[in-house]
């Protein structure tokens, strides 16, 4: 009704879920000609839920006429090979970021660490993201805690919120750690929170791209990531993968044995590899006009 009504020329659905496919129909039905449906995720990989993701995915391509993903990758789970090979029908959209905001600052460093009382001296291991399964914050504190165990001025940097928050925080209670976990919550100003982190901790179990990974680049950091995040992420040599079967304790020496590392300026690297706001915002600026044109 709200598609007939003000008789919207195109609609952009963002989605990590397969129910895009309903938002989708609405639009089609409510006789908008220009659908775009936009992956933002992988799938899961879970048995039941990889099921139920294929069976709600699969009609999204009948009711969306442009495909958009954050990678190849979750392209591919969400839209099939045959429509993620087909360069008409099927772009890559890079989650591209704000470079002017993410800078090499010793002011942010010390204006975040002054702000939540972490000693100059403290070797700060931080993590941004939403506290649910996909992000595997309970392998994250077993890793801090098998670090805190070496090095006791170790301080865990948690910025974000979610569903599974009170459980980590109770997690981190239990373990000792209160005095070690900063619970920064959603924060608006995230750019001057990565200077005050010393490595970025990602042990994702699964991820379309991981946009804050291309933030930490932006920012200098060394970053320890899981091999479950797609390799289109890795625009730099800051990151380093490892696969999570490896366990807590080898995590924990290869946070601890990058704990000195600098951080690096990678603009020119970011801007080369695609992921300047300011050019991905006139590609689809130009893209919207286009396909608004051919289908007026």
């Excluded at 409510?30 to 775009?36: A, E, H, L, S």
């Excluded at 865990?156 to 900063?182: A, W, Y």
């Excluded at 990974?213 to 380093?240: H, M, N, R």
Aim: proline letters at 2%; hydrophobic letters at 40%.
């Amino acid at each position: 009704k709200l598609i007939r009504k003000q008789q919207y020329d195109l609609v952009h659905v963002h989605g990590n879920s397969a129910t895009m496919t309903f938002d989708l129909l609405g639009a089609k039905l409510g006789g908008c000609k220009v659908r775009i449906a936009h992956s933002h995720n992988t799938n899961a990989n879970r048995s039941l839920q990889q099921v139920a993701y294929a069976v709600y995915s699969f009609p999204t391509r009948f009711v969306a006429d442009h495909f958009f993903a954050c990678s190849a990758e979750a392209a591919r789970d969400r839209f099939g090979r045959k429509i993620s090979e087909n360069h008409q029908l099927c772009q890559v959209l890079k989650n591209a970021i704000d470079l002017q905001q993410f800078f090499i600052s010793a002011s942010n460093r010390e204006y975040i660490r002054k702000k939540y009382a972490i000693d100059k001296d403290a070797f700060v291991i931080g993590h941004i993201g939403r506290f649910a399964e996909q992000k595997n914050h309970r392998f994250l504190i077993e890793v801090f805690e098998q670090i805190v165990r070496d090095f006791p001025n170790a301080v865990l940097l948690l910025v974000g919120d979610g569903e599974l928050r009170s459980k980590i925080e109770n997690m981190v209670f239990e373990h000792n750690l209160t005095q070690n976990v900063i619970f920064a919550g959603v924060q608006t100003n995230v750019q001057e929170f990565y200077q005050a982190m010393d490595v970025f901790a990602f042990p994702s179990l699964y991820e379309g791209l991981g946009i804050v990974l291309i933030e930490a680049q932006a920012s200098g950091l060394p970053c320890c990531v899981s091999d479950s995040v797609s390799q289109e992420a890795i625009l730099t040599k800051l990151i380093q993968q490892r696969p999570l079967s490896d366990g807590a304790k080898v995590w924990a020496k290869w946070i601890l044995s990058r704990k000195n590392e600098p951080h690096l300026d990678t603009t020119a690297e970011i801007q080369q590899a695609g992921y300047d706001i300011r050019t991905t915002t006139l590609w689809l600026q130009h893209f919207y006009e286009d396909a608004a044109k051919k289908h007026g």
